[in-house]
């Protein structure tokens, strides 16, 4: 039987939330969400990045993302910087680096659980199909 559209979008969304789920647990020893584990790993790869920029990447409101980062701040995981005009870049501590690196490791672990069941070849042809679909900017 063939597959929906409808029916695709639906294990899309199941298999996200069957990540968020195991990462969530994951991270929990470690004492991170994993949107504030998302916040770590984006900035180790855009260091100075905006409040603005870190929400869009991390799925939250600029309101709500700032909210985080005053507490992310307040734990010593990340510090807030003043950049020009009224911007603020964003910054690791080296604690926000070291549990960064850490849950990295959690993380890769549970994804490569869930992906286990495919071939190297299904799981090329499933990121180019997915990338098909993205389009051009997948961060939106």
Known sequence: ?????????LAVKRLQYRHHRA???ALAPLGLSLVQWDTLRHLHRRPDASL????VLT???DQSFGSLAVRMADRGLIERVPGPGRAVK???TEEGDRLRAAGQEAVEAVIQES??????????QLGELLDI????????
């Open 59 to 61: 799925f939250q409101t």
């Open 133 to 140: 679909v993205l389009g051009p900017d997948p961060t939106v």
């Open 52 to 55: 603005h920029e870190l929400a």
């Open 1 to 9: 039987m063939p597959y929906r559209p409808s029916d695709v979008s």
């Open 90 to 92: 964003h910054r690791l």
């Open 23 to 25: 990462l969530s647990r």
């Open 115 to 124: 992906f286990s069941g495919l071939s190297s070849q299904q799981l090329d």
